[in-house]
C-alpha cells in the first residue's frame, strides 16, 4: 500500500541508533515520502531518480545519509548490487556507520553477490547497534524499522513480527507502530485485522489526516478488490449498505481533517451523499 513505506521510513527514521533526531526541510521531507512511496511499490527506477534528485537540494548529513539508504534500496531491487554497496558505504559515512537502513541494505547486497559472510557481519553489527542503544523509544524505532525491511524486502513474516513484538515492548504507547501493523494486513487482504489495529493506534491517539487517509485508502482497496473495480458508479451499485458507511465514514473523516482533492469531493457526492 502506498501511505506504508511513505510513514514508516520517514515517521521511524526519525531517530538514527543513537538517538540523534533527523534535520530536514520541508521540502526534502515531502521529496524523501513521495521516494519512499515509490520504493514501497517496487517502481525501483523511478525511486532511484527521485532520491538521485533529492541529491541537489537536500544537503544536511541525516538528508545525505536517507539519501544513499533510499538509493541502495532501491539499487538492490534493480540488480545493482556493487551500486547498492558503494550507496550503502555513503549512507554509512554520514551516518558514522550508525545507520540501520544502510547496514540492512548492505547486508542484502552482499546476500544477493553470494557474500554470505559478510552479509552476516552487515547483519550483527545492525542488531549490536540496536541492542546498544540505550534509549528505549529509539530502540524501539529501530526494531520497527527492522521489522518492516523484514516485511518488506525479505518477505519474513515470522521475523518481522518477532521485531515488532520487541518494538511494541519497548514502547508500548507508540501508536506509529499498530498503524505499520495495519498497513501489513492491508497487503495481506486482511481488513479485519488491519482496522482492529488502525483502531488501536487511534485510540493511542494516532488521529491525524495522515492516519484517515491510510484508513479510506484501505476501505477503498478493501471494497475495489472485492468487485474488481475502481470506477465510483460500479461500486455505488455493488457495494452493500454497510460496506457504503464504512466508505464514507472514513472519506467523511479525512475531508473534515482537511483533506482537499476533488476526486474524494466528487466520490462523496456520487456514492456518499446520503451517507454524509
Request: aromatic content about 8%; proline content about 1%.
Amino acid at each position: 500500500m502506498k501511505n506504508q513505506f511513505i510513514l514508516i521510513l520517514c515517521c521511524l527514521l526519525v531517530k538514527v541508533a543513537a538517538g540523534q533526531t533527523f534535520t530536514m526541510g520541508n521540502k526534502c521531507y515531502e521529496q524523501s515520502k513521495a521516494a519512499a512511496a515509490l520504493l514501497a511499490e517496487k517502481k525501483h527506477a523511478e525511486a532511484l531518480e527521485a532520491y538521485s534528485n533529492m541529491e541537489k537540494s537536500c544537503k544536511t548529513k541525516d538528508a545525505r545519509e536517507q539519501i544513499q539508504s533510499g538509493k541502495a534500496a532501491a539499487l538492490n531491487g534493480l540488480g545493482q548490487y556493487e551500486e547498492a554497496l558503494a550507496a550503502s558505504d555513503l549512507a554509512l559515512k554520514a551516518s558514522k556507520n550508525k545507520s540501520i537502513s544502510a547496514w540492512f541494505q548492505k547486508a542484502m547486497a552482499f546476500n544477493a553477490l553470494n557474500r554470505p559472510q559478510e552479509a552476516s557481519n552487515c547483519f550483527s553489527k545492525l542488531i549490536s547497534l540496536t541492542e546498544k542503544n540505550r534509549d528505549n523509544k529509539a530502540k524501539a524505532s529501530n526494531y520497527a524499522l527492522l521489522a518492516n525491511l523484514h516485511q518488506q524486502q525479505l518477505n519474513n513474516k515470522d521475523s518481522a513480527a518477532f521485531y515488532l513484538e520487541k518494538a511494541k515492548s519497548l514502547d508500548p504507547q507508540n501508536a506509529q507502530f499498530y498503524l505499520l501493523e495495519g498497513d501489513w494486513r492491508v497487503t495481506e487482504r486482511n481488513y479485519d485485522a488491519a482496522f482492529e489495529a488502525y483502531d488501536k493506534s487511534v485510540s493511542m491517539g494516532k488521529s491525524d489526516l495522515d492516519m484517515y487517509v491510510t484508513r479510506m485508502n484501505a476501505r477503498m482497496k478493501m471494497v475495489q478488490e472485492k468487485y474488481g473495480t475502481t470506477n465510483a458508479q460500479e461500486l455505488r451499485t455493488k457495494m452493500t449498505d454497510t460496506e457504503k458507511e464504512l466508505v464514507c465514514r472514513e472519506i467523511k473523516t479525512a475531508i473534515d481533517k482537511g483533506l482537499r482533492e476533488m476526486k474524494w469531493d466528487m466520490f462523496s457526492s456520487l456514492v456518499c451523499k446520503k451517507d454524509l
